[in-house]
């Protein structure tokens, strides 16, 4: 980082997408809102931001995003009753979500897909690099990933891609990096990005994942972006552009990342978090391995 560069402090959550794989529960719901175990999904990845020093967030919204709005503000009633009540731990777990960051919000009017959804971001981001959450995609806390992409991307400038190896028969799921390798372990450079491909046109079998810290030049390319996959304007063409020009990075992750988009991944963390709660967790385990030794073994449950 030069010494005249501000420490990057904004994130961008894109949250205005229509959650079509969670259907009917995301008919009136934001798919970001559904709960893991307690804590609606999106209020992990406004945690992972902070934790990594962006206390300046933007929630690109939409329709039926308004839950989204209110978990994030204060609920007086609900506050000053649990007040009264004495009920101190739900009260600090209720204004927890209040104070986490400066939270802003632009609406995305129509779903045109995640690049425009990034687009939306522009004139509140302005000329800094910035990073990009995805509302819906859970990195566990443990695993660093974001601090890391800040730092390589303060270090090596252009954008920087979060990769994940994925077995060829998923990576249609995905973008594909075409990468070559750096001097140094776990970052690689970035030459073609192909969003969603077949798996015999994937360059690899790296996929992008759900988190980015973007050069503001970004913004000019996607301008230009035409839509693509989907009909949708997608991050993943901009971000082609600039890896054609050689100026984009990708941090390899091989840490726990959770799609709570997705129907099955979104059972397999609720299960897996709610395992490792410290008040949850052993009468959750224990129910869990009963079930697993009884009723998962009955005929008709094992195919
Ligand atoms: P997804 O590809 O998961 O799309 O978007 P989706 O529409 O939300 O969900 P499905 O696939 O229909 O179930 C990735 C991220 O980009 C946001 C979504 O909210 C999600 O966080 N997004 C997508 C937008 O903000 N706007 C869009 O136009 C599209």
Same mark, same amino acid.
């Given at each position: 980082?030069?010494?005249?560069?501000? *420490?990057?402090?904004?994130?961008?959550?894109?949250?205005?997408?229509?959650?079509?794989?969670?259907?009917?529960?995301?008919?009136?719901?934001?798919?970001?809102?559904?709960?893991?175990?307690?804590?609606?999904?999106?209020?992990?990845?406004?945690?992972?931001?902070?934790?990594? !020093?962006?206390?300046?967030?933007?929630?690109?919204? !939409?329709?039926?995003?308004?839950?989204?709005?209110?978990?994030?503000?204060?609920?007086?009633?609900?506050?000053?009753?649990?007040? *009264?009540?004495?009920?101190?731990? $739900?009260?600090?777990?209720? %204004?927890?979500?209040?104070?986490?960051?400066? @939270?802003?919000? #632009?609406?995305?009017?129509?779903?045109?897909?995640?690049? +425009?959804?990034?687009? %939306?971001?522009?004139?509140? #981001?302005?000329?800094?690099?910035?990073?990009?959450?995805?509302?819906?995609?859970?990195?566990?806390?443990?695993?660093?990933?974001?601090?890391?992409?800040?730092?390589?991307?303060?270090?090596?400038?252009?954008?920087?891609?979060?990769?994940?190896? =994925?077995?060829?028969?998923? @990576?249609?799921?995905?973008?594909?990096?075409?990468?070559?390798?750096?001097?140094?372990? !776990?970052? #690689?450079?970035?030459?073609?990005?192909?969003?969603?491909?077949?798996?015999?046109?994937?360059?690899?079998?790296?996929?992008? @994942?759900? $988190?980015? #810290?973007?050069?503001?030049?970004?913004? !000019?390319?996607?301008?230009?972006?035409?839509?693509?996959?989907?009909?949708? @304007?997608?991050?993943?063409?901009?971000? *082609?552009?600039?890896?054609?020009?050689?100026?984009? +990075?990708? =941090?390899? &992750?091989?840490?726990?990342?959770?799609?709570?988009?997705? $129907?099955?991944?979104?059972?397999?963390?609720?299960?897996?978090?709610? %395992?490792?709660?410290?008040?949850?967790?052993?009468?959750? *385990?224990?129910?869990?391995?009963? &079930?697993?030794?009884?009723?998962?073994?009955?005929?008709?449950?094992?195919?």
């Amino acid at each position: 980082m030069t010494l005249n560069q501000p *420490r990057l402090n904004k994130a961008v959550i894109p949250v205005a997408g229509l959650g079509t794989r969670f259907l009917p529960a995301t008919k009136a719901t934001p798919k970001e809102m559904l709960p893991v175990v307690d804590k609606p999904a999106i209020q992990y990845v406004v945690e992972e931001a902070v934790s990594a !020093g962006l206390l300046d967030v933007l929630m690109v919204t !939409g329709r039926n995003k308004r839950p989204l709005e209110d978990h994030f503000d204060r609920n007086y009633e609900l506050e000053d009753l649990l007040h *009264r009540k004495g009920d101190t731990d $739900r009260l600090a777990r209720v %204004c927890e979500p209040t104070s986490l960051a400066d @939270i802003h919000y #632009v609406r995305q009017g129509d779903p045109r897909g995640l690049g +425009h959804a990034v687009l %939306c971001a522009a004139s509140h #981001v302005g000329n800094e690099p910035f990073a990009v959450l995805l509302g819906d995609d859970l990195i566990d806390p443990r695993d660093l990933l974001l601090a890391r992409m800040i730092e390589v991307q303060a270090r090596l400038g252009g954008s920087v891609v979060a990769l994940m190896e =994925v077995p060829l028969e998923k @990576i249609h799921l995905y973008g594909s990096a075409a990468v070559r390798s750096t001097a140094e372990h !776990g970052v #690689v450079g970035v030459a073609d990005l192909v969003e969603k491909p077949e798996p015999a046109f994937a360059p690899s079998t790296y996929a992008v @994942i759900g $988190r980015y #810290v973007l050069d503001p030049e970004v913004f !000019g390319v996607l301008a230009q972006t035409a839509p693509g996959r989907g009909g949708e @304007i997608q991050l993943t063409d901009a971000l *082609r552009v600039l890896a054609q020009q050689g100026r984009v +990075h990708g =941090v390899v &992750f091989g840490g726990r990342r959770y799609d709570t988009g997705d $129907r099955a991944d979104f059972l397999r963390t609720t299960v897996r978090l709610a %395992c490792e709660r410290e008040d949850l967790g052993a009468d959750f *385990r224990n129910w869990l391995r009963e &079930f697993v030794d009884t009723e998962l073994r009955t005929p008709d449950l094992v195919s």
